[in-house]
């Protein structure tokens, strides 16, 4: 009996996807629930996972080809053998015959790279696959750049295809600078009173609720009261009208090899510490592993982005569009400062909110930036409120 290896649904309004790599090859060995394949949407990616056991019996689709909503793209047969597998490729490769998958047909095509110089491919019976002819045109393989190429730099680019993350996330920022008047207002913070606090009480509140005490929570539980004072940066434009929301949805951008995607806390001003803490990280593993859901990234009435991990000092965030604002965290670093007349070392960090001037004013916007401050620097208010 013979199953076939169908692309899933992957949520509303997404009905095509790319195939990012196949985990099995024909002739495997395949049990239930064996991981298959993995695609990658615009949004997310999405593991298959083997509905039947048996054999890989035959691939329809390489990696790199994208794909359709209910289209075929392979088949497990459930009582084959891994002899009769061997019959699935052609069984005869003369010395001067070469084998290439579809993906790496265009892929030696697009590079001009010249398939007679090269040995036998690492896929079934020799086959050449899209990672083979991709290490032939890199450095010190015999393969020849296209012809638009600076002959100068022969051997030493590669070209990749864009995933379709990576392409969406291009598309939403470029659409994002190009419809929203984007401005963007700094201030800075001094870290002391929360770093105090959270070296306070963080083995208790790991203790007690099974997972660590983090920056993000305080950030979050701030801007959510900032947001109800100054309705219009949780707000968006649509057409000609302003719609107001009156809950409080924040984004959290998280970096992942894929790209940023942005997960969604909802009703966050109704969440304990504990809570957005224990969801930032649940968020953290699923978008390293590929697993967030159409439902984790859908909506968001805001969002935070902390460009501090990777060491960033200041920058000037772009909008998550349909919202209106970001607020960009930074670095924390220990700085000179003026407190009482007296210069001392404190533990600072820059903020800086990115706003759409069409819908916020720029009194709004530091009125918002300067009551994250405060708050952040009076944090046992925002412990008090939860």
């Not at 295809?161 to 984007?182: F, G, V």
């Not at 969002?303 to 919202?323: A, E, K």
Request: negative net charge; hydrophobic residues 40%; contains cysteine.
């Amino acid at each position: 009996m013979v199953t076939n290896i169908i692309v899933p649904s992957m949520g509303e309004s997404i009905s095509k996807a790319t195939i990012s790599k196949w985990y099995k090859k024909p002739g495997d060995e395949v049990k239930v629930n064996d991981l298959l394949l993995e695609l990658e949407t615009e949004k997310v990616s999405l593991e298959v996972n083997a509905t039947s056991g048996g054999y890989l019996q035959e691939i329809l689709c390489d990696s790199g080809n994208e794909v359709t909503v209910g289209q075929i793209i392979g088949n497990i047969d459930e009582q084959i053998s891994v002899s009769k597998i061997e019959t699935i490729e052609p069984a005869e490769i003369t010395s001067t015959e070469k084998i290439l998958s579809p993906a790496a047909q265009n892929i030696a095509i697009e590079r001009n790279v010249d398939i007679d110089k090269l040995e036998n491919g690492s896929g079934k019976n020799g086959r050449f696959t899209k990672n083979d002819i991709i290490a032939a045109a890199s450095p010190g393989v015999s393969a020849v750049v296209s012809q638009d190429a600076n002959q100068d730099n022969a051997g030493r680019e590669t070209r990749q295809k864009m995933t379709k993350l990576r392409q969406t996330i291009a598309q939403r920022l470029k659409d994002s600078q190009n419809t929203a008047a984007i401005l963007t207002t700094f201030n800075e913070v001094d870290m002391f009173e929360v770093i105090k606090l959270r070296g306070k009480y963080k083995e208790y509140f790991e203790k007690k609720y099974g997972t660590k005490l983090g920056f993000m929570s305080f950030f979050v539980k701030a801007c959510t009261v900032a947001l109800q004072e100054l309705p219009n940066v949780n707000a968006q434009i649509q057409g000609d009208e302003i719609i107001y929301k009156h809950y409080y949805d924040i984004g959290v951008a998280v970096g992942t090899d894929h790209g940023l995607v942005v997960p969604i806390l909802r009703d966050a001003d109704q969440l304990h510490f504990s809570e957005i803490e224990s969801m930032i990280a649940d968020f953290a593993v699923k978008a390293k592993t590929g697993k967030l859901s159409m439902s984790d990234l859908t909506g968001g009435t805001f969002s935070i982005s902390n460009g501090g991990v990777y060491g960033s000092m200041l920058s000037t965030p772009i909008i998550n569009p349909p919202q209106s604002a970001i607020l960009g965290m930074h670095k924390i670093q220990e700085r000179p400062v003026a407190i009482d007349g007296q210069v001392v070392i404190r533990p600072m960090m820059y903020l800086a909110l990115s706003y759409d001037h069409r819908i916020i004013d720029g009194k709004e916007a530091v009125t918002f930036l300067v009551k994250v401050k405060n708050l952040l620097e009076q944090p046992e208010k925002l412990l008090l409120e939860t």
